[in-house]
């Protein structure tokens, strides 16, 4: 079967850096998407990872360990607006499995 | 490119009646996804067409739920009879050129759906 796992929520302050964790467990994985969604808002694309490693896109990077069946999505200086949910979507033999989203609030 | 349209922004209908979703895709896109998302249960793949062919449709809840794609600009998510339960956001995702669900998918706006 397939199962993605993410933290619920988290709290972080403005201009700091957080980490949410996903860690999935699917069989043919191809890779994983990040996606944000703001409330009352559709997703919105922010990584695909494929390969193991870290992909940098200005103040958001993913990470992929296929080996661990692990990734994280790091977001640097934090902005008020970063506040929003964090899906992370798992890619298998063509079929998707959704992680539960992380909110995240951004404190002053 | 004006996006990945839907129609309607809100609907609010009656226990039982028919509810008809639309979204039009990306110029260019062949692969079309809908969803349903609340806060329960998050956001779910209900059905996944390529090249106007359903692919996946083991998201589809029960028989009440019938989707098409006639052509590669249009397709509809059909709710007949509708029920309560079925209340959420709605959305439209397509995505471009491989054909498959590795390529990134761009979401509409979402229809919420309110069935009283």
């Known amino acids: 079967g397939q199962n993605i796992d993410q933290p619920t929520e988290m709290t972080a302050t403005e201009g700091a850096i957080v980490q949410i964790n996903c860690t999935y467990q699917t069989s043919g994985f191809n890779g994983l998407f990040w996606y944000q969604q703001h409330a009352g808002e559709a997703p919105t694309f922010l990584s695909y990872n494929v390969l193991d490693g870290l992909e940098e896109k200005g103040r958001f990077s993913s990470f992929l360990s296929r080996s661990k069946g692990y990734s994280y999505l790091l977001l640097k200086e934090l902005q008020m607006k970063d506040s929003a949910s964090y899906l992370c979507?798992?890619?298998?033999?063509?079929?998707?499995?959704f992680g539960g989203g992380t909110r995240l609030m951004v404190k002053p | 490119d004006a996006g990945v349209i839907q129609s309607p922004r809100h609907e609010v209908t009656e226990m039982g009646q028919e509810v008809t979703l639309r979204c039009k895709p990306i110029?260019?896109?062949?692969?079309l996804f809908w969803y349903r998302q609340t806060m329960m249960r998050g956001l779910e793949l209900l059905i996944y067409f390529n090249n106007n062919v359903p692919i996946d449709d083991s998201g589809m809840p029960e028989d009440r739920f019938s989707a098409k794609m006639p052509n590669a600009s249009f397709s509809t998510l059909k709710i007949q009879p509708s029920e309560p339960r079925d209340s959420a956001v709605y959305f439209c995702a397509t995505a471009g050129t491989s054909g498959s669900s590795t390529d990134t998918q761009y979401f509409g706006p979402g229809t919420r759906l309110t069935v009283l």
């Open positions: 110029s260019g896109h062949n692969s």
């Open positions: 979507i798992g890619n298998a033999g063509n079929m998707l499995t």
